[in-house]
């Protein structure tokens, strides 16, 4: 399609591949409008989900801790089981067999419900064990020096542990939410109009446009995490002890 | 039956005049099969400071531990102010606010300035309003020499200066009773100093003590009485300059010259 080269050397092959890579990121230009709409899904979805891992993962992760033998235990084997099943088929779950209808808080749509539901419950396994570890990395002496003022062990927990444990959570927090944010591409299986979808759906139409519009999405996922990585590691540092590491 | 109530209320107070601010009775306890106490008995009168020795494993951090229930005994009582304070059903977060902590390892709260570090039980525990609390806890901080370190947090001071906020803060809660468990040990030599003299002027000022240490210069010109502990059992208790100068026991004596030097 392109007038041929009229050198002799065997640039025949190259040539045509750089001028329709050329047209093809034209294509991606042109429909940028439709990939940040996806990648507007995925940041929604990913702090969406986050929101309820921590929501559901932080206080699990304390009572798989503290709790009595029968609440620890019910929480282990929950974190357990999710844990250990696939992203994608939690996923299919949520949206094939959970009754969605139960969630009336959501004022969104059912793919979206479906796949919020399984990151976060799923990103709530991984939080509750990054507060855990965390939590036992306090020094007992922490808790009983709490104690010993005539705090309960409850407030002792609160007022003294938690505060702690909070801060070294922050660089598993890190992981988990790269981790989410990238997983929230598997919502594309049960339709849901993230940013891969949406990239998907533009390469159905130029299909020659294959590598550059999975490149522009590998670039916009990696400036979100850049960024939120970024953000914290100030929230680290913002909340470091002073004249501890 | 008036008449018999005043009689109980009578016999009640004498009792109370002639209780001792701490009294162990018969205490025993294991850790698994290791027998820690054999039937401990040891009463320390108000104002009196009592200092634990013996050889290490011999269960002195173990029994103060016991006083404020950080660790249950198995058998026997121990009463505070004439109050049966192990029985299952005694407040331990009342006692242990009557009992003041000062440990081997600080244990200052890692996350809180000093002053937070006091601060925290008067508002939490004892309902204390922000600046009252904060008034307080900078007093307190001052009678142990601190006051230039208020907003430090515990990473930023040296250990003898973490050591006494951790003074200050059982301090600030007013308690009946301090139990000290190696307050020095964990200290270079240089500052340990400064944590015994504040030590020494709370003796001055009349406060009840329980002391586990290995300072014996501490201990010889503070204790009101020394208690030699070893395996599981009392073997030894008088004031220093006996337990010093001529202790009954063969084995009191082994022990303190080995430690004294």
């Not at chain 2, 406060?207 to 240490?213: K, N, R």
């Amino acid at each position: 399609m392109i007038a041929a080269s009229s050198t002799a050397l065997p640039l025949e092959t190259v040539e045509p591949i750089a001028a329709v890579a050329a047209e093809d990121w034209l294509f991606v230009l042109d429909n940028y409008e439709y990939l940040l709409a996806g990648a507007v899904i995925t940041v929604a979805l990913t702090a969406t989900s986050i929101v309820l891992g921590l929501l559901l993962g932080f206080p699990a992760g304390a009572i798989e801790l503290y709790g009595g033998r029968f609440s620890s235990g019910v929480v282990r084997k929950a974190g357990v089981a999710i844990r250990g099943t696939p992203i994608l088929v939690i996923m299919v779950f949520t949206f094939f067999v959970f009754p969605l209808e139960w969630l009336y808080v959501l004022p969104a749509s059912e793919p979206f419900q479906a796949a919020v539901l399984a990151l976060g419950v799923r990103s709530a396994a991984y939080q509750s064990q990054i507060f855990r570890g965390a939590l036992r990395s306090i020094d007992p002496g922490q808790l009983e020096a709490a104690q010993s003022i005539g705090m309960s062990k409850r407030e002792a927990i609160g007022y003294v542990l938690v505060p702690q444990a909070l801060r070294r959570s922050v660089p598993g927090f890190q992981n988990e939410f790269t981790i989410v944010l990238k997983d929230t591409s598997i919502a594309f299986a049960i339709g849901l109009g993230e940013l891969l979808r949406h990239s998907h759906d533009l390469m159905t139409q130029q299909t020659t446009a294959a590598l550059e519009l999975f490149v522009f999405a590998s670039l916009i996922y990696f400036l979100l995490t850049i960024s939120t990585n970024r953000t914290l590691d100030y929230v680290n540092d913002r909340y470091a002890i002073p004249g501890e590491g | 039956m008036t008449a018999q109530r005043t009689d109980e209320r009578d016999n009640e107070r004498r009792r109370a005049e002639h209780e001792p601010l701490l009294r162990i009775e018969n205490v025993w306890k294991s850790f698994g099969t290791e027998q820690v106490f054999r039937g401990i008995d040891l009463e320390v009168d108000r104002g009196d400071v009592e200092v634990l020795v013996g050889p290490s494993g011999s269960g002195k951090s173990t029994l103060l531990r016991c006083v404020n229930r950080l660790t249950e005994i198995d058998e026997g009582a121990i009463y505070l102010d004439g109050e049966r304070v192990t029985d299952a059903d005694a407040n331990v977060n009342e006692l242990r606010q009557q009992v003041g902590m000062v440990f081997q390892d600080i244990n200052l709260f890692a996350h809180l300035t000093a002053r937070e570090n006091v601060t925290l039980g008067l508002r939490r525990v004892r309902g204390f309003g922000k600046s009252e609390a904060r008034d307080r806890a900078d007093r307190e901080l001052a009678n142990v020499g601190l006051s230039d370190q208020v907003d430090s947090y515990p990473a930023q001071l040296s250990g003898g200066q973490k050591q006494r906020v951790g003074i200050a803060r059982a301090l600030a809660m007013d308690p009946k009773l301090m139990l000290f468990d190696e307050p020095t040990s964990a200290l270079d030599p240089e500052l340990s100093n400064s944590v015994l003299e504040v030590m020494e002027r709370l003796v001055e000022a009349g406060m009840t003590m329980l002391v586990v240490t290995h300072e014996m210069r501490f201990a010889r010109s503070a204790a009101d009485s020394i208690t030699f502990l070893e395996g599981g059992q009392v073997v030894e208790r008088g004031p220093p300059e006996r337990l010093f100068e001529r202790p009954e026991r063969e084995r009191t004596r082994e022990f303190l010259e080995s430690i004294y030097g």
